[in-house]
């Protein structure tokens, strides 16, 4: 009785130390893995091979901007384009809004205005897309058929369509201003969020405007119009942000005026700053904070809408006599 009481004892010790040597091969194997990416970087002739190449900095020449176009369009509100037609929503606070169409190329008016006048609400978008131009206002959706407005449930939208309708489109939100503040915006939200611009260094809040132009989003990065100092001492900048909020980069500063306009065409930045005795159009290198070119607008005229493509700027005024200019973008000849 006491053999089979010892065989049985020495049996289960042999499973206990068999046990404890498998839990320690088990628990040496999950060091191995959790250390194995060190250790085969270590490994000779493998130090690179976890080392992913960085792309390459994409090099940019200054394009060439020339004033290819001018006409009349007053009151301008919001500017697209779809195909060749330009199409402009126009608006004197007076009346109801119009959608007009204008020739892209050469800036005269085509087919026929269409009046808003069954619109609800205030127009607060305009945009397009393959299957045509869209206008939003405070509580409905309207598209383009012909020489009327077919309202169409905002549900059947895409989502990147009803970004494009409420702002500058990045980080699956839509970016916009209030004239001193920057709002992200999410279409199914019931009201835009409000994102706080850190102020600079010795800049007061009463001479300090965070975002008094609409953003665009260009690199990675939202990039906003700012003002700082007042009076003739005003300087106009525009100052990189990240998503959050926080500083993308150094601002790129443009000289006294205020910056009231900014595009995006060919990876490059395109800020109007309104200055006397003429506004100007600035290029700007959104890896580099490095002004590229300057173009002198001519007299008296202060674009404060515009679009852009890879090819050409429309840039529009909302004065009751504005004007509007297309500006070609091209590669100098020795690029």
Known sequence: MAEHAQTHQSRGSRLVRWASVLLLVAAGAGVVAAAWPVIHDKLPGRSATRVRPTPPVVHLNPLRMQIAATGTLADARFVTVHGGTLWVLQSDGKHGPVLASYSAHALKPVGHSIALRHANGAVTGLATSRTGVYVRTATGLARVDGRTLVHIPLSSVPRPLLLSLSGAV??????????????????????????????????????????????????????????????????????????????????????????????????????????????????????????????????????????????????????????ILRVSLTRPASS
């Open 170 to 323: 990045g980080f699956d939100r839509a970016w916009t201003t209030d004239g001193r503040r920057l709002f992200e915006r999410n279409p199914g939200s019931s009201a835009p969020t409000k994102v706080a611009i850190p102020h600079p260094v010795g800049a007061s809040s009463a001479t300090f405007v965070p975002a008094n132009g609409q953003p665009v989003v260009l690199e990675g990065r939202v990039w906003v119009a700012q003002a700082v100092g007042a009076g003739k001492h005003r300087i106009a900048q525009v100052q990189p942000l990240t998503p959050a909020g926080g500083l993308g980069g150094r601002p790129v500063r443009l000289g006294h005026g205020t910056a009231g306009l900014e595009l995006v065409a060919a990876h490059r930045l395109w800020v109007v700053v309104n200055r006397a005795p003429r506004n100007v159009l600035y290029q700007v290198n959104p890896q580099t904070g490095r002004v590229m070119s300057a173009i002198p607008l001519p007299r008296h005229v202060t674009p404060v809408e515009g679009f852009a493509t890879g090819r050409a700027l429309w840039l529009a005024e909302n004065a009751s006599h504005g004007g």
